[in-house]
């Protein structure tokens, strides 16, 4: 009876030493995760992105994967974290060259106002110009919120937009009276929090904050090393002396009734003996939406080779790897030759005199100053 009684004790005091442990335990999982989600919940407020780069070999902190054998790395990164957080709102895009320690192409966006672009459809030189815009109008504070995600951009430069989602912010819309013509009214506080469809093509929007927007526009590694690779089997290198033609055509031909044009043959022709004279030892590289036209008015010279076969995003890291430019029209062929710095000469007959493109179009405000006009 006894031994019963004492089994039974026995068996109520191993159940209760279970229960404590399991009890441990359970606190143990409970403070750990709260954590877990206290670090998450400050990193969230500090940053709505999917990731933040924290070292330069691109280490990804997922905002959504924390866990207790992370806690004391992060908690360790996270006061560095804070300290760069009042330099990222001065500067919201800093270079792919940032140091360890320096965010890159993050934004703030639960707070910050918004400036909405309405999509228009338009290609990556279109897209650079309403990003530069809007960086130059609000001094590089608010980055533009597509309607439409804008892929193009992110896939081919180390910045972070903000989401589509945000667009709801915006509300009233406005409109821009010209695309190539600079307008002061556009000021950061009459457009925030407003959706405009924008062209933004002038370089008066952003002279005066280039060089952080030559930081902010860095292109992936990745692309440059596909750039670096295709010039490499192209024969050229980084000691020639490179002049880019960009010969825009397509669609280009096909809308004369609005003002629209391509650079004759007599222009390009022109300008290649204009660097043939002033650099006797340069090659010339030619992108073309047309390689078969190009290739039937340039194949014989010897000095000149076709970049062919490569997405927007190569073609123009490409461009910037060279020395000089010859722009035909066109928006991407503006971004071309601004990315490739050097001495750029553009084809100063266009667009069609009196047309509606005409009546829109400023040409000190939409060619840069330091470029040349030549016919």
């Known amino acids: 009876m006894w031994s019963i009684v004492r089994q039974y004790q026995n068996n109520k005091i191993i159940l209760s030493l279970v229960g404590i442990q399991w009890m441990i335990l359970l606190m143990y999982i409970f403070l750990t995760t709260h954590q877990d989600m206290c670090l998450q919940r400050r990193i969230n407020i500090k940053d709505s992105t999917e990731y933040i780069n924290l070292t330069e070999n691109t280490k990804k902190i997922q905002t959504g994967s924390f866990n207790t054998n992370k806690y004391t790395e992060l908690t360790q990164k996270i006061s560095r974290l804070e300290k760069s957080q009042s330099e990222t709102i001065k500067n919201p895009a800093i270079g792919a060259n940032a140091k360890d320690g320096?965010?890159?192409g993050r934004f703030i966006n639960e707070t910050k106002p918004q400036i909405c672009v309405v999509s228009l459809g338009l290609g990556i030189g279109n897209r650079i110009f309403q990003f530069a815009g809007i960086f130059g109008i609000t001094n590089g504070t608010i980055l533009p919120t597509f309607s439409k995600t804008a892929t193009t951009l992110m896939d081919t430069f180390n910045i972070t937009l903000p989401d589509k989602s945000m667009s709801s912010k915006c509300e009233k819309q406005v409109?821009?009276?010209y695309c190539c013509v600079y307008d002061k009214t556009f000021t950061q506080a009459n457009l925030e929090n407003l959706s405009i469809r924008p062209y933004f093509q002038t370089w008066r929007y952003f002279q005066h904050m280039e060089s952080k927007l030559r930081s902010a526009?860095?292109?992936h590694e990745k692309i440059l090393q596909t750039a670096r690779m295709n010039l490499k089997k192209l024969g050229l290198n980084k000691t020639d002396t490179m002049v880019n033609i960009h010969i825009r055509r397509g669609d280009m031909q096909f809308y004369g009734k609005y003002g629209f044009k391509?650079?004759?043959m007599s222009y390009i022709?022109?300008?290649m003996e204009?660097?043939?004279?002033?650099?006797?030892?340069?090659?010339f590289i030619v992108y073309s939406n047309d390689m078969v036209w190009c290739k039937a008015k340039l194949a014989g010279n010897e000095r000149l080779v076709f970049a062919e076969?490569?997405?927007v995003a190569v073609d123009l890291a490409m461009a910037s790897l060279g020395t000089h430019t010859i722009m035909t029209v066109g928006t991407f062929g503006w971004w071309l030759a601004w990315f490739t710095g050097g001495e750029t000469v553009y084809y100063k007959d266009w667009p069609i005199p009196n047309s509606p493109l005409a009546k829109s179009v400023k040409h000190e405000d939409y060619f840069h100053p330091n470029w040349k006009g030549m016919i």
């Open 269 to 271: 022709n022109h300008s």
């Open 262 to 264: 391509v650079a004759p």
């Open 274 to 283: 204009y660097f043939k004279k002033k650099y006797p030892t340069a090659k």
């Open 217 to 219: 526009l860095k292109f």
């Open 102 to 104: 320096e965010t890159r």
């Open 175 to 177: 409109k821009e009276k």
């Open 309 to 311: 076969n490569n997405s």
